[in-house]
Every structure is written in C-alpha cells, then in structure tokens.
C-alpha cells in the first residue's frame, strides 16, 4: 500500500503574525509548525504503515524552508519526502496550489492520500477536495477514523451532531481532522537519520499536466487584497448573577450594543 | 570553534521541549507532592525513544550523541527535576556501564530492553558506610559453583524499586596494593526478582520527590557466574568512569533546574507590580536576573563541552572527560542552587508557597550538588589534575 501525504509549514501563531508591506503572510519571519490536522493525517498514515507496512511519502509546497516540516514527518517515521518549490509557483491561492500538488501527486503511485483538512493560516478546507477533482477519484473529507477494507477504506466522516460512514474504493482522498489521533513524537535518532535522509525537491518542470496558467499568482482567481493580525479581545465582564437576574442582564447588554 | 548547535540538535531540542512542555509540566506539582514515580510518564519517554539516546542502534537504542541525551536531560530539568534524573540514571550509570564493560551477550541480553524503555536500570555503589569513599563498602560476592553470592545492602538507590536492571558493586576479595591489603571491588548485572533481591525502606527527600529512592538488600542472592560486569577486580574504576559519565547527565540536571527557575522568574518580574510597576522595572531585578542569566549560560558551555568531550571519547576511547564532567556538575549544581535561591526571594511570600514552582525547583537543586559525587568530590578531582 502506498499512501501520500500532504503537509504545510504554518506560521505558529503562538509566536505572533508578520507581514510583508504587499499584505501577504512575512513566512520567512515567523516560527513555524506543521500544520496540525496536516500532522493528524501523516500519524494516520503513520499508523497504516505500523499495521500494513504501507509507504508514506509526504509532499509539501513551499519555500525552500519548507524543507523542515519534511525532515520532521521523517523524523517521525516517513518514509520519503518531497519539496516542491519554485518562485512561479508562489503567492498561490488553494486552486493553485492544489493544481500544483496534483501536478506533483501524478508522478507517484498512491492508494490513499491523506490532507489535514484545513490550515491553520488560510482556513479555507479546499486543497484537499479540489486535488481529489484534479485527479479524479473520491474525496471524504472531515475523517475522524480511517479503516482498511480489502481495496477499500471505511472512514468516519465527522459532522455537527454526528458521524457519517462511508466506504470508497481505493485510490482515493481524505482529509484528516487533528482530533482523528494524538500525533507521535519524532524519535531523537529518527531526526538524525531525517537529517542523512535525501528529500527529492521538484520545480514547475517536474509537474505533470498542468497548465501554467493555473499556477502561482497569476493563476490564482482569488488573492488577499488585505491581511491583518487578530484583534485581541478584552478580558471581558465577569458577573455572578441567579439564573433569572442573568436573563434580563444579557438581553439588556445585547441591546444596549444593538445586537438586537 | 563554533558555538552553534547543528540543525538536527536543533530540532532535537524542540523536540524535548515540547514533550517536556506537554507531557512533563502538568504533572510535575502533582509528582512532587504525591511522591509517586511518574510510570506514565516513563511510558511516554520510552515510547518516543528517551530511554536509548546514547545507545548505538545495534542495541536498540537511538544512535544519537551525548550531546542530544544531555539536552533531553536538560529541557526535563527544566519543568521537573525528577523525571530528569530518571533518565540520567538509568541512561548514564545502567545502560552506559554494560555498555562500555559488557560482553557482546551482555549488551544483547540486556541493552535492547533497557534502550527501549522496557526495562528500567539503576546503579549501587552506596553504602551507609561507603558514599565519597568507595573503599568503604561492605556487601560482599563470593563465588560458588557457578554462582556469585551477594550479601549486604546500598542505600539512596535512584530508580530503585521501580528498576528491572541493576549495576552492582561489591567486594570480591583482598588484594595487596602496594603493601597494603585493599578490597577487590567487582560490579554486577543484578535483575529485579532475583531470589534474595529485596528492598528496604523508601527515602523521604526533600526535593525529587517522585524519584524511586530505596536500600537495596542482598541476603544470599545468588547470580549467575556471567552477570559479572567487566573484569574481577576491576569494579573500582568501573564505577568511577561510570560516575565521570554520569556527573554530565546530572550537570545537565541542574542546568536545566536553573534554566527552568530563570524561566518562571523573568515571566513572574514581568506581571508582579510593586509600587505601581512590574518589579522587573527594578534594577535590582535587572542585576539579579543578569546575573543568573550569565551563571546559566555559562553552566550550559561546562555542560556541552563536558558533553562533546565525552563524545570524542566515544570515538577514540582515550580522551578523557573526567575533569569537563567534574568541572560541569559542581558548577552547575551550585549554579542551580544560587539561581533557585534567588528565584525565590524575587518571587517574594509567593515563591515561598508550593503554588509557584520555584520553591520544588530550589529543594530538587540542592540533590545535585550532593549525588555522584558531592561539590567537594568534583574539587578533588579537578584539583588532583591540575596538581598531579
């Protein structure tokens, strides 16, 4: 069995935001993590590779820095990592960006791959679904459980109040949530041999069917026109009131600020 | 010379803090004041490979250098003393020794379990009556049959009953040194269930409190003819290289226990306000956390260099770290212990009160200028270097 999985390198938003004077995210300037459902969907693969000897090779786009998150995903036991970079490829929105991993996933033999299901930078859920549209096959998004069924997987796909099983005939994708597992820690001599390890990096030349103009920014159909850090909330009012004084307190406090 | 850590050093070290940030910390109140060996843990220690960093892969272990298993020390030391000496103990002074003395079938029988985490190793050298002085021992072997008979008891054992693998030393007959008859000391691989193998009474400490501390007894325990460690005779200066080595895992100790109180106190000088400013506006503080910053940091180059030349012993097998280890325990226990010290007082009434964690970091600081080898032991080696 071979499964692919894509990661990112995020800011770590523990360590603040920084931008560039065009708005973009300064990614260069901040700490940086893998993302975390990225890494839920590397542990889950992680896991297929314990119990049926699967290979994992993990995928990233980025800058050349984005080199780190790779020796990391092999520091916890992957089994090959790719760096696709290249400055044409950069500033993409998700449509470019999923057309530049499929561009890259077309190279590889895969059964499964596994993307987190949203980054902690942009939010938006798309990559995933939208590299499964590129390539053709099934997507279940939202897996909170991930099983092998012969050619098959069964996932438990999380939704409000509920969970949905659905089976699909491999190959296909599915995006992880970071509460499917609690991600391994590297080992100490796995970050070592991460470090021996050879990461193949690919360029715009080493993708497979796709059209220049759907890569970087300009073939980006949506771009940020502004980007600022989170305004902090205040500490807010704490009161203790019974249970019927706290009914006409909020409904007074709500119109007070024309919420209603 | 270059004073930067490499990239993989670097992700190691972000590796053992953030384990040590999410694993360690929250329990570590909770450890101190329960008294209880932290087994979960260990667990999850072993389970990311902390039990065999120095240990070469073919044993098991992690392949990694002495100076990844002294940052690993370190960054647990930081948010909690006892899970630090932990793995120092069973890292430096079980699995090192059988290491550097074991036959091929003793590091196959015995490394792989211990690198792993499955088992857990301690060390006995202490006797009531034998600390600093070695020659002081009294728990004899005698060989019979295929047989060593052990008898006598080791006291302030760490990892002691929550130990499977223990290094032993004991007294294995009379030998003239230079005119005068001296005991023979041999070390052995003793494990946990031997018959004649028990423990005594568990030590109340002031500070590690959740470290296994017990008297080991040997009452006609009866060891195979091959669990002797090295040669006949020559547990002696097994045990002090064994100490060389383990000195740099409890320098890393009480680094990381004064890196972890500095920590707390540059955040607590920021938030406390005394006289309508944070007290970190004082220049007193500015002096005193100038002062420990510095003290650390040079704690921290004794203690990598300790490290590195330790490293290089691990390839050549001649260098010598004995005078690095020593020079790096004593001045990063009493490094540890000023740094702890003064963390209290500007934390004021508060940091008197089991609430903040400076008060459990200034009594686990005290152990390390005391274990392998108090301060005055590691003068007397320095100074015996620089004298002989």
């Known amino acids: 069995m071979k499964v692919v999985v894509c990661v990112k390198q995020v800011p770590d938003t523990k360590g603040g935001v920084k931008f560039n004077p065009d708005g973009t995210l300064d990614r260069a300037a901040m700490l940086t993590i893998m993302n975390p459902d990225d890494k839920a969907g590397l542990e889950a693969a992680l896991r297929l590779k314990d119990k049926y000897g699967a290979e994992v090779t993990v995928v990233t786009m980025g800058l050349p820095k984005a080199e780190e998150v790779l020796r990391e995903a092999l520091a916890m036991g992957a089994d090959k990592g790719i760096l696709v970079t290249d400055r044409v490829l950069g500033g993409a929105d998700t449509w470019a960006t999923s057309q530049t991993l499929a561009g890259a996933i077309r190279n590889l033999d895969y059964d499964i791959i596994i993307t987190g299901r949203q980054a902690i930078d942009g939010d938006t859920a798309q990559v995933g679904p939208q590299i499964s549209e590129h390539l053709g096959i099934p997507v279940i998004s939202y897996a909170q459980k991930i099983e092998i069924e012969g050619d098959s997987v069964i996932v438990e796909r999380q939704y409000d109040d509920r969970y949905h099983v659905l089976k699909a005939k491999m190959p296909c994708l599915i995006t992880a949530l970071a509460e499917l597992n609690e991600p391994r820690y590297m080992t100490p001599g796995g970050i070592f041999d991460a470090y021996n390890a050879e990461i193949t990096t690919w360029g715009r030349a080493d993708l497979k069917d796709v059209d220049d103009s759907n890569l970087g920014l300009k073939g980006s159909p949506t771009q940020i026109a502004r980007a600022s850090d989170k305004v902090r909330k205040g500490q807010g009012e704490k009161v203790n009131l019974d249970p019927s004084e706290s009914v006409s307190y909020i409904m007074g406090k709500l119109k007070e600020k024309h919420v209603i | 010379m270059d004073f930067t ?28 004041e329960t008294e209880e060996f932290p087994r979960a843990t260990v667990e999850k220690m072993a389970k990311a490979g902390f039990l065999g960093i120095p240990i070469p892969k073919e044993y098991g272990g992690q392949g990694c250098d002495v100076m990844t298993y002294v940052m690993c020390v370190e960054e647990l030391a ?23 003395y074991g036959t091929e079938e003793q590091k ?28 002081g021992q009294q728990t004899k072997a005698v060989l019979e049959g295929d047989e060593w008979v052990l008898n006598g008891s080791k006291i302030f054992i760490t990892n002691g009953k929550e130990a499977d693998v223990y290094v032993i030393f004991a007294i294995t007959g009379m030998v003239e040194k230079r005119g005068r008859m001296t005991k023979e000391i041999s070390a052995f691989i003793v494990e946990k269930g031997t018959p004649g193998f028990s423990f005594g009474t568990k030590e109340k400490k002031m500070g590690i409190r959740g470290s296994s501390t017990y008297e080991l007894i040997f009452t006609d325990c009866r060891i195979p003819k091959e669990n002797m460690l090295g040669q006949q005779g020559k547990g002696f200066n097994i045990a002090m290289h064994t100490l060389d080595g383990g000195r740099i895992g409890i320098a890393a100790q009480a680094l990381g226990i004064g890196e972890g109180a500095l920590e707390r106190t540059i ?95 200034m009594r686990d600081a005290k152990i390390t200028e005391i274990y392998e080898g108090t301060s005055e032991v590691q003068r007397m080696v320095i100074s015996s270097n620089l004298l002989k």
């Open chain 2, 78 to 100: 930081k948010v909690c003393g006892t899970t630090a000496v932990i793995v120092s103990a069973h890292t430096s002074l079980c699995c090192d020794p059988i290491l550097t």
């Open chain 2, 5 to 32: 850590l490499s990239k993989e050093h670097e992700m190691a070290r972000t590796l053992f803090k953030e384990f040590a940030e999410k694993e360690v910390k929250p329990l570590a109140i909770e450890v101190d």
């Open chain 2, 267 to 361: 955040e607590y000088v920021k938030e406390r306000k005394q006289f309508g400013r944070a007290i970190g506006a004082f220049q007193n503080t500015q002096f005193q956390l100038a002062d420990m910053a510095t003290k650390a940091q040079a704690a921290q180059l004794l203690v990598y260099k300790a490290a590195a030349t330790k490293d290089q012993y691990t390839k050549d097998h001649k260098t010598s770290y004995s005078v690095e280890a020593a020079q790096a325990k004593l001045y990063a226990a009493e490094m540890a212990m000023e740094v702890t010290t003064k963390a209290v007082q500007l934390h004021g009434g508060y940091g008197y009160t089991r609430e903040y964690e400076v008060e459990r970091m």
């Open chain 2, 108 to 135: 196959q029988k015995y490394l792989p379990d211990l690198a792993s985490g499955r088992k857990i190793g301690a060390f006995g050298l202490t006797e009531p009556g034998a600390g600093t002085d070695a020659q």
